[in-house]
């Protein structure tokens, strides 16, 4: 048995201050008012309990690409550099890439998943920034990795180049390892690939699209149920065209990311979509690069492209944003300070939604019952200790900065 206490324990259902948290055999036991110290307690005075963070959709981190490093141990590796951040469970994210490099960042992500590193992460299977996404809103993915959704019959390859129906048999393959495929509605035949990517147990994600209102509504209807990095590459929100984003914000049982770093999107804009969806249904993501964690002017890897850590998002050399340097910590106290977000509301956002999203509803909540995946942060909402599954797998120590009764609950 472990007891946490001295701490503000935010719950689910609000904020337990002055409370003690105790754990056995790795699930929550307990959650009561603190009574007084004892020799085995861990003293969390003054300072935040709040779920582990659970990210859906990140690249890389430390200077490790999850699918170019992907043979070398990277998924594991991250795993390894996420609790620092105060990450419990997190989606190895790729971006286009042929299929034999696909499926050997699929085995990794199922080896890594099976077999978690000891002071690690979870790993909660992968989300595929996949090669079915619009020419005109790739971003920072690469061009000549972009395929149309494969029709009935399509051979592996065409004239010595794979098609994608190579990459959907890549899928097939390693389905297991697969939880969010990202894709563009509007493609020739992506409808029926919702479809078939939800029957096959994937969850649908609408992103890097140039979709009308009407196509994700119908993509909607064939059971997408995510939107990828909202506002970010798709058309920007009209009050006569809302395009993708109005799609996604209008539907109840879309969950949609938002990229947490304050640049990707203004704050004011989180405000709004966090007000139309709830906190049910919005999921704080960092899409970090491997450039995260390095200094500014840094260089790594993205799939095969090179990006470098700019002022404030990771870039490819001319320039185009690729991703973020933002890590999930940092993505927190974004919300509650700049965004505005009560602790409990910003707890939902980093833990609560993104465990739903990644198939775990038993993740990303502190409850008696539940796993004790969990992350003790300071007064300023910095990480002192992470645990997962009742064990200790970062502990950092830490300074002030706020105090939890000057803070919304």
């Not at 494969?150 to 939880?179: C, M, N, Y």
């Not at 690729?322 to 910003?346: C, E, H, Q």
């Amino acid at each position: 048995m472990v007891r946490l206490r001295g701490a503000t324990v935010v719950s689910p259902e609000g904020l337990v201050r002055d409370a003690a948290l105790v754990i056995t055999d790795g699930t929550i036991a307990e959650i009561a008012p603190d009574t007084g110290a004892s020799a085995d307690d861990v003293a969390c005075d003054g300072g935040w309990i709040v779920p582990g963070f659970i990210d859906t959709h990140i690249h890389g981190l430390r200077g490790m690409d999850v699918l170019a490093d992907a043979a070398a141990g990277a998924v594991a590796a991250v795993a390894s550099a996420l609790p620092r951040y105060g990450v419990t469970g997190f989606l190895p994210t790729s971006v286009a890439c042929p299929p034999a490099d696909l499926a050997t960042f699929l085995a990794a992500v199922s080896v890594a998943a099976a077999d978690p590193a000891p002071q690690g992460a979870r790993v909660l299977g992968a989300h595929l920034e996949s090669n079915f996404i619009s020419a005109d809103f790739k971003g920072a993915q690469p061009a000549r990795c972009l395929r149309l959704p494969p029709v009935p019959g399509e051979p592996l390859e065409r004239d010595g180049v794979f098609t994608g129906a190579a990459i959907l048999a890549t899928i097939d393959t390693h389905s297991g390892a697969v939880r969010i495929v990202t894709l563009a509605p509007e493609l020739p035949g992506a409808l029926d690939l919702v479809a078939r990517l939800t029957a096959g147990g994937h969850r649908v994600s609408l992103g890097h699209s140039a979709a009308t209102f009407d196509q994700a509504r119908a993509a909607i209807a064939a059971g997408a149920c995510h939107a990828t990095h909202l506002f970010n590459r798709m058309p920007p929100l009209s009050h006569r065209a809302p395009g993708l984003a109005g799609a996604v914000l209008a539907a109840d049982g879309v969950i949609c990311e938002i990229v947490a770093d304050g640049h990707h999107v203004h704050p004011a804009m989180m405000q709004m979509a966090i007000r139309a969806k709830g906190r049910g249904r919005v999921a704080a993501i960092t899409d970090a690069a491997a450039v995260a964690g390095l200094p500014p002017g840094a260089t790594a890897r993205l799939g095969d492209q090179t990006i470098r850590a700019g002022a404030r998002c990771a870039e490819l050399p001319d320039g185009t944003i690729a991703g973020s340097i933002v890590t999930m910590d940092a993505a927190f106290r974004l919300l509650v300070t700049a965004v505005g977000l009560s602790v409990v509301d910003a707890a939902h956002l980093t833990a609560t939604t993104p465990a739903a999203a990644a198939g775990r509803p038993d993740l990303g909540r502190l409850a008696v019952g539940h796993p004790a995946d969990l992350v003790v942060l300071d007064a300023g909402f910095r990480v002192r200790q992470t645990w997962v599954a009742g064990r200790c797998v970062w502990n950092s120590g830490g300074g002030t900065a706020v105090s939890p009764a000057e803070v919304r609950s």
